[in-house]
């Protein structure tokens, strides 16, 4: 194991700022990163890390400020740069290409050659040591990337940048579409590659991570860092949460009111299945209550909330809203009944990013925006901006695209379209993924409100505590399969995952 010297900065930011026209991205960032060491980096959407990352990664020059490397000033003029000097970044959206194998991917754009021809043999076999290196030598250099699992893609990532001369990784929200084996696994390469005196930033919203994997913390605040460098062991939870939000955030998960015997069940689900993939599901929401359905991922959590919402045609069972029973496979069935989903992938599934956020709030319902066959927009944008005013959505100007929000206001772009329909039912899958601490409170609260105004919710989470929280009902779900329905009350985060561990046993 190579000895690190963690007393002297590999990477040093000063003062760094970032205008975009009128917008100030940054305005004052100091860091400090330490040869071998996991530095985290906090913050609420919006706070700067992107543009952080794209600063550091060479995409965008700093206005003002001073980037340090070894102790000696330089400008990352380009993402070339800063492969040059020695920075490698792996962006949220993984810029691995499916079409091409792990080796070509691995070495697109340096490939190794001689006389102007490819050596095929000899990056075939530095992509058998890279992948050796980060522990997935059973993975064949040969294989195409579109065939592999997201922790696989990470691993093709990772290769990538260590087939430069690197010493320094930046990875933004590594661990969003891992299940909790993968993320293990992550947790582990990234143990491997500082013990060799690599350097890791990894952004998270998670503050559990933090404790498992971090050395130091970084946190950021409107453009500006609140708190460089604060040692993970020594720096309690409630203190960040003051520094990435300005406030201290309490009672988290709001509290459960509890739904009657008498409250009217709008949503039954009976016998429901899909062959391959989950079987005999059923429950019922009632109005005013969450359920939540809690495993691992690859339980079929998201593929039983897809065919009740008739996205998947089910091969067995019925699904019934309000007493009467929907036409399975059939979407605008669901949607006409008064369901609403907000899927896992809100970005490519659920919005168009460069429509205006009221258009995307009314995507659901043009039929009634529309006079003549013509759209009105008043109309369209009257009602967006009513449902923006009661969410709180920011900012509220509802002519912006969709896709320039943070990650909690999108989500809330999507209950809005529901609520703009007249939905009573809403199945949300991963609410929160991507999500700041602030803005999860927000959405914890809003989904609370929307329960207890009448409407039946489901929600599925790959956070078990998250689902715990929420819910007033839990379903525990394995292999395709129900393993336990009860109150969320009566069971804890272990109790979750020993019913997984135990039906998977079965």
Known sequence: MIKVDHSTALLSVRGVTKRFGPVRALRGVDLDVRPGEVHCLLGQNGAGKSTLIKVLAGVHAPDEGEIFWKGEPVAVDGPQAAIDIGIATMYQELDVVDG????ENIFLGHEMDRAGLT????????????????????????????TLSAAQKQIVSMA????????????????????????ANLFRVVGELTSQGIAVIYITHRLEEIRRIGDRITVLKDGASTASGLP???????????????REVANVFPARPGVGEAAPVLLEVDGLGLDGVFDDVSFRVRAGEIVGLAGL????????????????????????????ETTRGSVPAAVAAGMGLSPEERKSQGLILGE??????????FTRMAHGGLLDEGA?????????????????DSTRAAGTLSGGNQQKILLARWLVHGSRILLLDEPTRGV????????????????????????????????????DTVLVIGDGRVLSTLPASEIDEHGVLDLVMKGAAA
């Open 119 to 146: 050596r095929r043999q000899a990056q075939a076999a530095e992509a058998r040591r890279l992948l050796e290196r980060l522990g997935h030598g059973s993975l064949s250099p040969h294989t195409e990337v579109g």
């Open 436 to 471: 700041d601490v602030g803005a999860r409170a927000e959405i914890y609260a809003l989904i609370r409100r929307l329960a207890d105004a009448g409407n039946a919710v489901v929600v599925i989470s790959s956070e078990i505590d998250e689902v715990l929280g929420l819910a």
């Open 232 to 246: 993970v062991d020594d720096t309690p939870t409630a203190t960040l949460i003051t520094h990435m939000t300005g």
């Open 160 to 183: 990538r940048a260590l087939s430069h001369d690197i010493e320094l990784i930046i990875m933004d929200e590594p661990s969003a579409v891992l299940d909790t084996e993968e993320v």
């Open 356 to 365: 205006p956020i009221f258009r995307n709030v009314t995507l659901s319902s």
């Open 380 to 396: 369209e944008r009257e009602a967006a901006d009513a449902q923006i005013a009661a969410l709180e959505l920011r900012p509220a």
């Open 297 to 324: 991922v690859g339980s079929g959590r998201s593929e039983i909330v897809e065919t009740v919402y008739g996205a998947r045609r089910a091969t067995s069972g019925v699904v019934r809203v309000a007493g009467s």
């Open 100 to 103: 091409l194998t792990i080796v």
